[in-house]
């Protein structure tokens, strides 16, 4: 079935470093794929997402490009922030439909001054 | 109302006992997800509701576990005889029908003492 591997956390970064979370997954067709965040204290919210090879996603100096060639979909920032600690969890949907979102574990990410 | 609802944000029960978890979407929403979220794990998928009926029940993990969505807005997840593993989080999520962009809610916490 379809699945998402992301690098194990946690991850900690001192502000300013440039951060890469990898993100590889494995699904029949073509998934959309996504970067989820969870801040302390709150719900999941969608970070960015691509829904075809090549497409790069971003918000909030985020980055994640969709690569086919090697099913991959890495998230990247160049310039972290303490307030970018979180959780970020990698996720995809087979399709474009209503197709359930499949998420990898989460990487933990803290980011001190 | 403006996002996704989730009550109670805790519950503490004892094993054996029956508990209720209740998921009040974005107005207009038509998909409804229901997720468990375990410590240190990514969102495991249970269930989905398109409209009243439910799409695709495949993650639910046994027959103790039961969800309903009688008006296609409010879902209630009901979990009978609880036992100590299914402490978690419980998460649900909306969205347009066709669109796979979840708002997820805050999650309710439940602990099986």
């Known amino acids: 079935g379809d699945s998402v591997t992301q690098m194990e956390g946690p991850v900690t970064l001192s502000e300013e470093a440039f951060l890469t979370i990898n993100c590889t997954y494995t699904a029949t067709g073509y998934p959309s794929l996504f970067w989820y965040v969870q801040y302390p204290g709150e719900g999941l919210q969608l970070l960015l997402k691509?829904?075809?090879?090549?497409d790069k996603g971003s918000n909030k100096g985020f980055e994640a490009t969709y690569r086919k060639e090697t099913t991959s979909f890495h998230l990247e920032k160049g310039s972290v922030q303490v307030s970018d600690s979180a959780v970020y969890f990698c996720a995809l949907s087979s399709d474009s439909g209503n197709t359930p979102l499949v998420f990898g574990k989460g990487t933990r990410l803290s980011v001190i001054a | 109302g403006a996002g996704v609802s989730q009550t109670p944000s805790n519950k503490v029960t004892e094993k054996g006992k029956y508990v209720e978890l209740r998921c009040d979407p974005i107005s207009g929403h038509t998909a409804l997800y229901w997720y468990r979220q375990s410590l240190g794990q990514g969102p495991e998928f249970l269930i989905y509701f398109q409209g009243t009926g439910a799409a695709d029940d495949s993650g639910l993990p046994n027959d103790r576990f039961f969800a309903v969505r009688p008006e296609g807005s409010v879902s209630t997840l009901k979990i009978q005889r609880t036992e100590r593993g299914d402490s978690a989080v419980y998460l649900c999520?909306?969205?347009?029908?066709?669109?796979?962009?979840?708002?997820f809610g805050a999650g309710s916490r439940l602990t099986v003492l």
């Open positions: 999520a909306s969205t347009l029908s066709g669109a796979n962009v979840l708002t």
């Open positions: 691509a829904t075809k090879a090549d």
